[in-house]
């Protein structure tokens, strides 16, 4: 009796062991699928919708890969034994994480305002010339959206405002230019006040077009900027988190 027990529980622990290295495996194709989904659109390989395609796929394979976990574990408990129960554990803990990347992305969208163009002048927004060409060639326009967008920009990111610099105009351009290359912009044109450059995303490589708008006044140079994005309703904050860090990083800089 004894014996028919202990091979009755090696057994459930070898199933155990295969359904969580099944869940493994699931596991490693959806981490393969969301992190492709980034490049494959970048590189041209698929379109926009068909990357967030397959990135919503691997986020179901991925939530596939925590029930076989489970199952895994539940078998694992009832067997007694410690490393499939490890191992199912394991699993369940690679599929929910997977699944909250996108989850979170999400829920930040969520909070944010659908715009994709911020600045921290709202009555005249620095304009793109340099730019223009490339903007014209994408989906979103090249002018500022106008006084809805100016409406959700002011109630969600009212912290987005022009800093100023006691310092000479030369000596706040070249740190601007300094600061654009050092966060990896493409510079597209630097004047004498003004510079224009184009920041891209890591993961998916979408352009987004910044422009710098340096104004002498008695209280110093103020410095203006906007972030747009080329491609997308909403930008799910990361324009106006680009300007808070390039403002923060620039006025470092000068101190």
Do not use: C
Not at 14 to 37: E, P, R, T, W
Not at 151 to 178: N, S, T
């Amino acid at each position: 009796m004894t014996r028919d027990r202990m091979t009755s529980r090696d057994r459930g622990a070898g199933v155990a062991f295969k359904v969580a290295l099944a869940g493994g495996i699931l596991a490693l194709l959806a981490a393969l699928s969301m992190a492709g989904a980034g490049p494959a659109y970048r590189t041209g390989l698929l379109a926009l919708g068909d990357a967030f395609s397959m990135l919503r796929y691997g986020a179901f394979i991925a939530l596939g890969a925590a029930g076989l976990g489970l199952v895994a574990l539940v078998i694992a408990a009832f067997t007694r034994r410690a490393l499939p129960a490890l191992l199912g554990g394991l699993v369940i803990l690679a599929g929910l994480v997977l699944v909250a990347v996108p989850w979170m992305q999400l829920q930040q969208a969520r909070t944010v305002p659908p715009i994709h163009d911020i600045t921290t002048d709202l009555l005249d927004p620095p304009a793109f010339e340099a730019l223009v060409a490339a903007r014209e060639a994408a989906p979103n326009a090249v002018d500022y959206p106008g006084e809805a967008t100016a409406r959700q920009q002011r109630e969600a990111y009212p912290e987005i405002q022009p800093l100023v610099l006691d310092a000479p105009l030369d000596e706040v351009l070249a740190a601007a230019e300094a600061e654009a290359r050092d966060a990896g912009w493409e510079i597209a044109e630097v004047s004498d006040a003004r510079l224009e450059a184009t920041a891209t995303t890591t993961w998916f490589g979408f352009k987004d077009d910044v422009v710098i708008r340096l104004t002498e006044t008695p209280d110093g140079v103020r410095v203006d900027m906007r972030s747009a994005s080329r491609l997308g309703a909403s930008d799910v904050g990361t324009n106006a988190a680009r300007i808070r860090a390039y403002l923060a990083d620039f006025e470092q800089r000068l101190e």
